[in-house]
């Protein structure tokens, strides 16, 4: 009767664990996106602080192209109130 109770406990704390790990793979994920949005962001900086120096309009042109390409990035990330 022992070996029941102890094979059922075991059962449990693997659906535990497997819930656990279920719940932990989207908070991966939104760090990631999270990371990538932040790193998006930080382009997007630099590349508007080199707009607001460039002379050059080639270089205005390739830094507005930059930045635009940067704002579709940025958009078609997920944002904080999609994941919860």
Do not use: C, F, N, Y
């Not at 070996?3 to 793979?25: D, F, L, P, V, Y």
């Not at 830094?63 to 704002?71: F, G, H, P, T, V």
């Amino acid at each position: 009767m022992a070996r029941g109770w102890e094979s059922k406990a075991i059962e449990a704390q693997q659906e535990k664990a497997s819930q656990a790990r279920t719940r932990r793979a989207p908070a991966r994920v939104s760090s990631e996106v999270l990371e990538r949005r932040q790193a998006l962001e930080l382009s997007r900086t630099r590349a508007l602080a080199d707009l607001h120096r460039a002379t050059v309009p080639a270089h205005r042109q390739m830094l507005e192209e930059a930045i635009k390409a940067l704002d579709e990035q940025l958009a078609s990330l997920p944002s904080a109130a999609d994941r919860g």
